[in-house]
């Protein structure tokens, strides 16, 4: 089975495009018009699998969608591609082409009997610290003399590139919104000064349950990048929630458990440098708190996988416990990665 190492933008990432309301903003408002003029985005679903190297699954997250065609019949594939690399790669086109290769390989093993080849749109969102400045087209890697180029494979990826966007006027859903914001101020050095912004957006959010998943996923990130105090993340909190309110407050309770009681980003933090039992210890008590608060209870059979898993387990149990919408669901998912 797949274990994904902790990478903050891979989390959030995963977090934001599990709603499918998220990917039809993506591609409805940030994608070039004919795109979503050319697909129907209500008909966008999830398709299982990652394709992307082994070597790589710590600097990129992908996800696959299906979609119908709106003017003429048939289906196609909207590949993302999120390079969390803090450079461009022009190596990133080619790999784009081994993994178009796999998700075709995938539906070959589905429907043997095809003797077509589903269209594939591949888009490769970037936000690393400098803009995108080299080729997105495979053509630009091949030097041939003129005889070989007409039978030389072609490829260009959609990039969609944080730096060429105008975050100063955001479209779409606050969830979007907020994805955008977040990775926008992951390399901003006035986080503080600007966490009004954030507030706006996650005021949008009327679901506790909704608000509660967007708060913590948002403090998880940004803390990748500095470790956030006690005394931070109360004064992040209170900017961020209306605590004026017993709903208020309720929410507010419930980060705090999260955050302060168990320590969960100081155990992320010694889990990264040592993997030591204590920062194991600490990321298996997050998954406690963080499935009680949500759940009220945690099945025996799941404390005692929880007792004997590895730091990598717990951190993708700690997605699962954030992600799931019911204890069985979680429970099962648990067992999964116990195999």
Same mark, same amino acid.
């Given at each position: ?65 299906? +979609?119908?065609? $709106? ?5 196609? %594939? *909207?590949?993302? &591609?999120? !390079?969390? /690399? ?104 006035? +986080?503080?000064? $600007? ?5 706006? %957006? *996650?005021?949008? &959010?009327? !679901?506790? /349950? ?122 099962? /998912? ?6």
């Amino acid at each position: 089975m797949e274990t994904r190492l902790f990478n903050p933008h891979d989390r959030l990432f995963r977090f934001a495009f599990a709603d499918l309301a998220v990917v039809k903003d993506f591609v409805t408002h940030y994608l070039p018009a004919e795109i979503g003029q050319a697909v129907d985005v209500d008909t966008l679903t999830p398709v299982e699998g990652s394709f992307i190297d082994a070597s790589l699954q710590q600097h990129q997250s992908d996800a696959l969608f299906r +979609v119908q065609f $709106r003017e003429q019949t048939g289906e196609g %594939l *909207v590949y993302i &591609l999120v !390079e969390h /690399k803090s450079y461009a790669d022009k190596m990133t086109v080619r790999q784009v082409l081994r993994y178009i290769e796999r998700i075709w390989t995938q539906e070959e093993r589905a429907d043997p009997s095809r003797t077509s080849l589903t269209p594939v749109l591949p888009v490769v969102l970037y936000h690393g610290e400098r803009a995108w400045h080299v080729t997105t087209d495979l053509a630009d890697l091949i030097e041939a003399p003129a005889a070989f180029k007409a039978y030389m494979p072609q490829l260009r990826f959609l990039l969609w590139d944080l730096h060429e966007q105008d975050t100063t006027h955001l479209v779409g859903a606050a969830q979007m919104r907020l994805v955008i914001r977040l990775i926008e101020l992951f390399w901003a050095e006035d +986080v503080r000064e $600007r966490l009004p912004e954030l507030a706006a %957006l *996650v005021r949008e &959010l009327h !679901e506790p /349950k909704t608000v509660l998943e967007w708060v913590t996923a948002g403090l998880t990130y940004l803390a990748a990048k500095a470790p956030l105090e006690r005394e931070d993340v109360e004064e992040i909190v209170r900017q961020l929630l209306p605590v004026d309110d017993e709903e208020g407050e309720t929410i507010m309770r419930a980060i705090a458990e999260v955050w302060f009681e168990e320590g969960l980003e100081k155990g992320r933090q010694e889990g990264r440098e040592e993997g030591r039992e204590e920062g194991r210890q600490s990321v298996r008590h997050a998954v406690d708190r963080l499935v009680l608060l949500r759940f009220g209870v945690i099945p025996q059979r799941a404390r005692d996988l929880l007792e004997v898993f590895d730091l990598a387990q717990l951190n993708a149990a700690l997605d699962l416990a954030a992600e799931v919408d019911d204890l069985d669901d979680f429970a099962t /998912k648990l067992s999964d990665l116990a195999d």
